[in-house]
């Protein structure tokens, strides 16, 4: 674990001990073993750790969930039964974030935790609702929306009875046993009744963040574009520069699947050539990545 990761790792504890406003920096830095003054070498403030608990949290849990996915050897249903259970798992070893995640203080931090918030819950209900379609077929595509959305909320609660209620429950029992579960709502499900969410109805949630991020893509790309074009042809430096820049812009092709330590690393390379253009693009990339500070999670 590297130093960023253990500051991480003290301020969830503590923002779910005290709550997120009475924790300050100085409590974060003692938890964390360091000085006060260098925290800020790490983070810039409490907001950003904020972001970055729950960034670096969700990108770890989606990246194993992908991995399941990926599984060629699994049917539809054990891929999802068994991304279930990575869930659960996941949140039960990390019960501090749960906590903070369930809170009264998470989406009131500021605008950017808010946005980060509204992504990932869009992109979990995404995630069920997708998985479900392919597990139970065209029967159950009108009612995929309130399928995911009920048995999101059966799985929050028994999350918040763990997190917050300290219960003990067979973790390897929940997934199979939420399952069953959507088995037997699946089978009530009939064409006599309309379902209460559809895709229509719910465009603007599951799919505005989406259209937002392919526009910053494209704004980055662009940007990208221009500063490529008005790099001379000759000389070493400027070839070290535009190899800099077209591995950046490969990275930002993508999309969701570019690697944050990569463009920052490149983004420090480029800072010290005083390039046209070089604070419009860091300012889009910031925007894209969702953070105040862009910096490797």
Known sequence: MNRKEEIIQAAMKLFAQKGYYATSMQEIAEQSGIAKGSIYNYFK??????????????????????????????????????QLSVQIEEFYRHKELVQMHMGEQTVKVNDEVHRLVFRIRAKMLNWYRRAIEEIYGEKVRRFSLDCATMLNGMLKEYLFYMAIDRKQLPLAKMAPFLLRRLDALVASMNGREEPLLTIETMHDYLFAEQTDQQERQKQILAYLDHMIAAMPINGEMEEDVRYSLETLKLEMKKGEEARPFMVDALLLYLEKWDLPLYNELKAAIERYFDRQKFSAG
């Open 45 to 82: 403030s409490k907001e950003e750790i904020a972001v970055s608990i729950l960034r670096y949290y969700y990108d770890v849990l989606f990246r194993k969930m992908k991995d399941i996915a990926d599984d060629v050897a699994l049917s539809a249903r054990e891929k999802f039964e068994k």
